[in-house]
């Protein structure tokens, strides 16, 4: 069976960076069909899309989010990474991650499945 | 302002059938396919739908989806109880270099 882990501090200061891991048991994160992504969810607010990476480091961003998010993948510890800069209030959500499956890696046909259980990052002094 | 736009609420009673609507346009679900999520406060979102009317397996057989043009549906059958919580759709959006668009989710009451 699948499962995503996400971990990292659940409290970032203002202006700071935000850095969040996601650990994969179950799966090869270098499998071909599979990018893998981050979904956040803001307070009273619905799903938003952070960005996916594919093992080779090909990576795709929320365009409102592009000068301020990186993501990383680890294949050897079968894990990706999530850094967002610059954080405000706006920030704090909720992340998730998830699998985001891509037949032939095209992501037009994309589909996220399974997800995390999700974290809390809080941005607050 | 979510590119994907889904009515905020929707309702129905046990057994009743129940459609929720996505509308986009031909950048998103008029050139790629719908998702659609069910999402319980505190739980992990779970796929329902894939390729905008694939099923996977575990999902029961009363939900289903429907692509036309730049909408899609998902549509619920013998609504249930435990059926009550949110909905979001998802489309790949070609523009600006490509990015995910979720809608802003509906949330379904069964009364």
């Known amino acids: 069976q699948v499962r995503l882990e996400e971990s990292g501090p659940g409290l970032v200061n203002p202006s700071g960076t935000l850095s969040l891991t996601c650990h994969v048991s179950g799966d090869y994160i270098d499998r071909s069909d599979s990018f893998w992504g981050w979904v956040r969810q803001p307070p009273g607010r619905g799903l938003e899309w952070v960005g996916s990476i594919y093992h080779s480091g090909e990576s795709h961003y929320k365009p409102s989010l592009r000068s301020r998010v990186t993501l990383s993948v680890d294949t050897s510890r079968n894990q990706f990474s999530l850094k967002l800069t610059s954080v405000t209030a706006a920030d704090t959500a909720v992340y998730y991650c998830?699998?985001?499956?891509?037949?032939?890696?095209?992501?037009?046909?994309?589909?996220?499945?399974?997800w995390g259980q999700g974290t809390q990052v809080t941005v607050s002094s | 302002q979510p590119l994907l736009t889904q009515p905020p609420s929707a309702s129905g009673t046990p057994g009743q059938r129940v459609t929720i609507s996505c509308s986009g346009s031909?950048?998103?679900?008029?050139?790629?396919?719908v998702s659609w999520y069910q999402h319980l406060p505190g739980t992990a979102p779970r796929l329902l739908i894939f390729?905008?009317?694939v099923r996977p397996s575990g999902v029961p057989d009363r939900f289903s989806g429907s692509q036309s043009g730049t909408s899609a549906s998902l549509t619920i059958s013998g609504l249930q109880s435990e059926d009550e919580a949110d909905y979001y759709c998802?489309?790949?959006?070609?523009?600006?270099?490509?990015?995910?668009?979720f809608g802003g989710g509906t949330k379904l009451t069964v009364l």
């Open positions: 998830a699998r985001h499956r891509a037949p032939e890696q095209w992501l037009s046909f994309g589909w996220f499945d399974p």
């Open positions: 390729s905008n009317s």
């Open positions: 998802a489309a790949w959006d070609d523009s600006l270099s490509g990015f995910c668009a």
């Open positions: 031909s950048s998103n679900i008029g050139s790629n396919s």
